[in-house]
């Protein structure tokens, strides 16, 4: 998938959730169960996972790009590859932490107001939608490291 069928991606799935949000509150807030039960500690338990599954694999992309520049004695070859394993780690950590600031709001938002609650649990859903997207992208680019022939 290229980033820009990502981007397209994200940005339609955000209008969607906005859309419902806006025009039906009651299938995104608190009514519905699952997402009652979801938009918590449950949300951060998911996305701390791939957090640290995730940081762990961008590493050790990392030092296979390194170990393949010094076989072929090419520093910075890959210097466009590491700039997009970075920035899909650091964007994994600010939507952890975005995640958290869903999560200390939501109990603040009164119940009476659904399309508060509605809101953020769009939001969170939008987060792990992106989450899953850079997840995607790593996993293209681990599958697109080959091995390396000695010549």
């Known amino acids: 998938m290229s ?28 009514q519905n169960e699952f997402l009652k039960s979801f938009v918590n500690h449950e949300l951060l338990a998911l996305l701390g996972v791939i957090l640290a599954i995730t940081l762990a694999s961008g590493g050790q992309i990392h030092l296979s790009f390194n170990q393949i520049e ?21 964007w994994l950590i600010a939507l952890f932490l975005m995640a958290i600031v869903i999560v200390v709001l939501k109990p603040l938002v009164p119940e009476a107001t659904s399309w508060g609650r509605a809101f953020l649990n769009a939001a969170a859903l939008l987060i792990v939608f992106w989450n899953v997207l850079i997840l995607v992208e790593i996993v293209q680019t681990v599958f697109a490291i080959t091995p390396r022939v000695d010549v």
């Open 70 to 90: 010094e076989h072929y004695k090419k520093p910075g070859a890959l210097a466009a590859a590491r700039r997009g394993v970075k920035t899909a780690c650091f």
């Open 3 to 30: 980033r820009t069928i990502a981007y397209c991606a994200l940005i339609c799935v955000a209008c969607i959730l906005l859309t419902v949000t806006i025009v039906m509150p009651d299938v995104l807030n608190d």
